[in-house]
């Protein structure tokens, strides 16, 4: 079994905001490629591409794969235009092996982004579909789930995952 991609909370890339893709390049489609089977591999249902060590604004995500249903998604440089109501989520990381957080969302979002074949979509998403795009695109800004919480309880939460490291190893 390959060693994985997947970089762990402190890795600097996720940190790091991620540069716009002008382009969509044979390089581009390759690591798309990379983080659908990451994404799949590792039972997530989204992932930022500098949650592979690559600061560029893509993000894969299927929240349907939870209901054995496939409805993947590959954004190119997404942004969120539009956002209402507020929702209560609780969400892991994949960068965050072991830690799960509940932390207040839109309840709703609008993303604009390209498609690998470079056309502009949207998606209006709610509950669920709103909260992982949101987390994903947050990746994409350097925010991770442990900026959304307190200091006490980020170092609290270190020392969970520095224990579910050396589980990995």
Avoid: W
């Amino acid at each position: 079994m390959s060693k994985s991609s997947i970089k762990l909370y402190p890795y600097h890339t996720l940190f790091e905001k991620s540069k716009e893709i002008l382009s969509v390049t044979d390089d581009i489609r390759a690591l798309s490629s990379l983080m659908c089977d990451e994404m799949y591999t590792h039972g997530g249902v989204g992932l930022a591409a500098n949650q592979v060590g690559v600061t560029k604004r893509i993000i894969v995500v299927d929240v349907e794969r939870l209901a054995n249903k496939q409805s993947l998604r590959v954004l190119i440089n997404p942004v969120i235009v539009g956002c209402s109501g507020r929702l209560n989520s609780t969400e892991a990381c994949l960068s965050l092996p072991g830690i799960s957080l509940t932390v207040e969302r839109f309840g709703q979002v609008t993303v604009r982004a390209f498609s690998l074949d470079e056309k502009e979509i949207e998606i209006e998403a709610t509950g669920l579909l709103a909260a992982c795009l949101s987390h994903e695109i947050d990746h994409l800004d350097g925010i991770t789930l442990m900026s959304k919480v307190s200091s006490l309880k980020r170092k609290m939460l270190i020392d969970i995952l520095n224990r579910a490291k050396r589980e990995l190893v």
